[in-house]
């Protein structure tokens, strides 16, 4: 059977062997992603972001079973931080997340930011098109929690879930200085805590204003309270996810089609970003010249990175 044909069908160890070589950015996953791209378009995409700590991962463990309990099948990518000795995910996400392994319906990746900021993995989109393609309904992404530079997952996702807990003063400050404009639905963990419903009202003071701010908005960011360790309150935001969900592919609304031509834009200027920059340095290569080099003529002012990537572009390196 053609590893397409073996993808498409759900075959786990060949699913499990692409993504891989995506993380490994071996060529040849290239050529197979082409050929993957026209039977994708049909999961849902779900990104989890927040702060370390806020309970993501028990949150997505859950969310996983609600959809099992509905026999559509679910793809999880979770992006651990580096490790700094291997350079490889940490996969604690993996560890809490151990129910579901022998679940033939769930299929679980973890996979390391390595440096990439925006709390996403550089391969993470074309894992998720990989997860599309062999037919799972849902695809859970869960960021490594870095803060602020998480929007990245916005852009994505088409559902985004940001997470926060009582107590987080510094959750709210980031939640103000931009994380914000990304929530589709924002969830209040661990619900139990004192000052959970301090934290419920700075934060429908917030979209309230986002609202203001952003105006013509057809969905107003909904507010959810769980306690993810007891499975208190789950079963009300996989319903909202839900809700996003239909509000999106609503009949006659366009919203649907505005957050995939949003993503796929994004995609294809990551996709163009990297692409020519392997060009560039493949051309210096074959020149003889290094990118140590550039750096040292930079360095000792015998020019200077506007001119040199003048040069490269438009001149060549002399």
């Keep these: 059977m053609d590893i397409i044909e073996q993808i498409v069908s759900g075959d786990v160890r060949t699913i499990a ?44 463990d859950q969310i996983a079973g609600f959809y099992r309990k509905e026999s559509r099948t679910v793809g ?7 490790s700094p000795f291997t350079g490889g995910a940490i996969l604690g996400d993996r560890i809490r997340m151990q129910r579901h392994f022998l679940d033939p319906g769930v299929f ?5 930011t390595r440096g990439q900021f925006g709390g996403l993995s550089k391969s993470t989109n074309d894992m998720v098109n990989v997860l599309d393609a062999a037919g799972k309904d849902v695809v859970l992404v869960e960021t490594v929690g870095v803060g602020q530079d998480e929007v ?13 807990v009582p107590g987080m003063g510094d959750d709210i400050q980031a939640i103000k200085a931009g994380i914000m404009e990304i929530g589709d639905i924002f969830v209040v963990n661990k619900a139990d805590r004192e000052g959970s419903r301090k934290t419920v ?19 107003e960011p909904q507010i959810v309270e769980t306690e993810a360790v007891k499975g208190k309150g789950v079963d009300k935001l996989y319903e909202t996810i839900e809700k996003h969900k239909a509000h999106l592919q609503a009949t006659g609304s366009e919203r649907w089609r505005e957050v995939v031509e949003k993503r796929t834009r994004i995609q294809l200027m990551s996709a163009l970003r990297d692409q020519a920059l392997k060009v560039v340095l493949q051309r210096l ?8 080099e550039l750096v040292r003529r930079i360095v000792d002012r015998e020019s200077d990175p506007y001119t040199i990537v003048e040069q490269i572009l438009d001149k060549g390196l002399q």
């Design 17 to 60: 062997r692409i993504l891989r070589d995506i993380d490994d950015e071996l060529p040849s996953s290239r050529s197979i992603l082409q050929r993957l791209y026209p039977h994708t378009g049909k999961a849902h995409v779900v990104g989890f972001t927040g702060s370390p700590g806020v309970g993501k991962s028990s949150l997505v």
């Design 76 to 82: 999880i990518l979770a992006v651990d931080p580096t």
């Design 108 to 112: 679980i990746r973890s996979l390391a």
């Design 152 to 164: 990245e997952i916005a852009n994505s996702a088409h559902t985004t879930v940001l997470v926060t």
């Design 201 to 219: 009202r700075e934060l429908m003071n917030l979209i309230e204003i986002g609202l203001r701010r952003r105006e013509g908005l057809d969905w």
């Design 285 to 292: 290569d074959e020149q003889g010249t290094s990118v140590d």
